[in-house]
């Protein structure tokens, strides 16, 4: 299985801030990282995929990069709305995994 | 627009059964591969399974860690997407999402997510 190696675990942050989440891939996976955004007793959005494309309807202030095993998501100015819980998936091979999940917190 | 919505969760007892339901409404369900996924509660999220469509064989496929004991189908004629849970143990506690594959030939996201049915298993 392809292990997800999400940092940080939790951030602190201010609106406006720039925030960046990293995914580490135990093995190459292309380019086929997903992240989603994820609020307390709701089900996880999608935010981007496929590295760097953003979904219907996401913020241009969302952002994703990398490939090969170092992924990041990019959160450019912070809004209050973004405060949430963000999680990376690779979708390369079954079975799907998961990053741990980075919560994001207001400081 | 796209809906998805799970059904069936509940008390169950640790060694028994359960099946959650996913009504799906709002696109072509025939033409989609759906995929289960659960959440325990304060964890992260884990895959526990998927299903092709009919041009694929319905297909399936699992997580390691279920070891055999769910099974996911479909009924198209109803759009809906099923996960039988069988020998529930204390540790299949959790909310149970079921999502839709996005249409990419590669690598394909999930693009929407039900949202969710709490199992709860617990004597």
């Known amino acids: 299985d392809i292990q997800m190696t999400q940092s940080p675990s939790s951030v602190s942050a201010y609106v406006g801030d720039r925030l960046t989440i990293t995914c580490r891939a135990s093995?190459?996976?292309?380019?086929?990282v997903n992240w989603y955004q994820q609020k307390p007793g709701k089900a996880p959005k999608l935010l981007i995929y496929?590295?760097?494309t953003l979904h219907t309807g996401v913020p241009s202030y969302f952002s994703g990069s990398g490939s090969g095993t170092e992924f990041t998501l990019t959160i450019s100015s912070l809004q209050p709305e973004d405060f949430a819980t963000y999680y990376c998936?690779?979708?390369?091979?079954?079975?799907?995994?998961f990053g741990g999940g980075t919560k994001v917190e207001f400081k | 627009e796209v809906h998805l919505v799970e059904s069936g969760g509940g008390l169950v007892q640790p060694g028994g059964s359960r099946t959650l339901s996913c009504a799906a409404s709002?696109?072509?369900?025939?033409?989609?591969?759906m995929h289960w996924v659960r959440q325990a509660s304060g964890k992260g999220l884990e895959w526990v399974g998927r299903?092709?469509?009919?041009?694929?064989?319905?297909?399936?496929a699992y997580g390691a860690s279920l070891q055999g004991r769910f099974t996911i189908s479909r009924d198209d004629s109803t759009n809906t997407v099923y996960l039988q849970m069988n020998s529930l143990k204390p540790e299949d506690t959790a909310v149970y999402y079921c999502?839709?594959?996005?249409?990419?030939?590669?690598?394909?996201?999930?693009?929407?997510w039900g949202p969710g049915t709490l199992v709860t298993v617990s004597s």
């Open positions: 999502a839709r594959l996005h249409r990419l030939p590669r690598g394909a996201p999930l693009d929407h």
């Open positions: 709002g696109f072509t369900f025939s033409g989609a591969a």
């Open positions: 299903i092709r469509t009919s041009s694929n064989n319905y297909a399936t």
């Open positions: 093995q190459s996976i292309s380019k086929y």
């Open positions: 496929s590295t760097s």
């Open positions: 998936q690779q979708t390369y091979s079954l079975p799907l995994t």
